[in-house]
């Protein structure tokens, strides 16, 4: 009666352990590649921008006004251009638009002459090359408007902020990857975010003196 044994060599070994290895690492690559498609279909990378606004009366003669500031905080997610910033001002019984919406006037970026040392802001020109201020991780801003008001009832104001995401990073593509690189942009452009902020303006009243 013959008997065979069959004998592993190193080499069989090393070919075992590998295989484990590499199927582990497959393993591990998939098993992030679904958890980071769950991250993104939670809603992980949509950028966020919390709004804190205050509202003031003003009079100036006979006409009357409402002055808002807006204070803006960006989250830790992506980086927003801003696009346009306006102040609504409502009927507060019914939520109807009174008049025309008033923009924010400083929210785009001013000029500057790289040839200079040092840079000076041009105040009186509008950046041509990057226009939009960005909103990156942490960024705060604040911002003022002056809306009129047609009279002294109480009224309900509303900001509305709208901004795009910028994937940024495309800007490190080689040459070669303009292509895919403007293709992901050109994505971004119908991924607009708009946040609200509002306060109700009451009647100022002055105190009764006897």
């Known amino acids: 009666m013959f008997k065979y044994v069959v004998e592993s060599t190193p080499m069989d070994i090393y070919s075992d352990v590998q295989l484990i290895k590499d199927l582990c690492e497959t393993f591990g690559s998939l098993a992030a590649g679904i958890f980071f498609l769950y991250k993104v279909g939670s809603g992980y990378l949509i950028s966020g921008l919390s709004l804190k606004m205050e509202c003031r009366r003003v009079r100036i003669?006979?006409?009357?006004?409402?002055?808002?500031?807006?204070?803006?905080?960006?989250?830790?997610?992506?980086?927003?251009?801003?696009?346009?910033?306006?102040?609504?001002?409502?009927?507060?019984r019914t939520g109807d638009m009174i008049g025309r919406p008033t923009r924010f006037k400083n929210i785009r970026r001013l000029s500057y002459d790289l040839h200079k040392s040092p840079l000076e802001i041009d105040v009186s020109k509008i950046s041509k090359s990057a226009p939009f201020l960005n909103f990156a991780l942490g960024d705060e801003m604040q911002f003022v408007g002056l809306a009129t008001l047609p009279n002294d009832d109480v009224f309900l104001i509303e900001a509305v902020v709208l901004g795009k995401r910028v994937v940024a990073w495309t800007k490190f593509f080689p040459k070669w990857l303009d292509r895919i690189g403007n293709y992901i942009q050109d994505l971004q452009r119908v991924h607009a975010g708009q946040w609200h902020a509002s306060c109700l303006l009451t009647i100022e009243t002055k105190p009764h003196i006897q």
């Open 61 to 92: 003669g006979d006409d009357s006004y409402v002055a808002v500031s807006l204070n803006t905080k960006k989250d830790n997610a992506g980086t927003i251009q801003l696009q346009d910033a306006i102040i609504l001002v409502r009927d507060a």
